[in-house]
């Protein structure tokens, strides 16, 4: 395999990586807490789109509850949109373990 082969193919892997992370800007994933008390949408770029609280939850007395409830929803739409994420570059890498590809999305 000659070096520009090589060169070719890291390119067309480069562009390969970045229609996938425009893709993925483009998909959610909603975690939630508490029996769906609180529900949190994410993008693939770990932005929050939306936090969606039960009327029955929001009170002052409960305000620490809520809080632990928000995080908690917050970090598992953060974890499925990861998933998400190493999902679509294993379709790229074959499910193989590249050092700096696999690991984008760790």
């Known amino acids: 395999m000659d070096m520009n082969s090589i060169m070719q193919q890291a390119q067309q892997m480069q562009q390969k990586m970045a229609?996938?992370?425009?893709?993925?800007?483009?998909?959610?994933?909603?975690?939630?807490?508490?029996?769906?008390?609180?529900?949190?949408?994410?993008?693939?770029?770990?932005?929050?789109l939306?936090?969606?609280?039960?009327p029955t939850v929001i009170s002052v007395d409960e305000k620490e509850m809520l809080q632990d409830l928000i995080t908690a929803a917050t970090n598992d739409a953060l974890r499925k949109v990861k998933e998400i994420g190493k999902e679509e570059m294993s379709k790229l890498t074959g499910g193989m373990n590249i050092p700096g590809v696999s690991n984008l999305f760790s």
Do not use: F, Y
Request: negative net charge.
């Open 19 to 48: 229609g996938i992370q425009e893709e993925l800007k483009k998909k959610t994933a909603t975690g939630s807490a508490g029996g769906g008390m609180v529900t949190v949408t994410v993008n693939g770029s770990n932005e929050v």
């Open 50 to 54: 939306s936090v969606q609280i039960e």
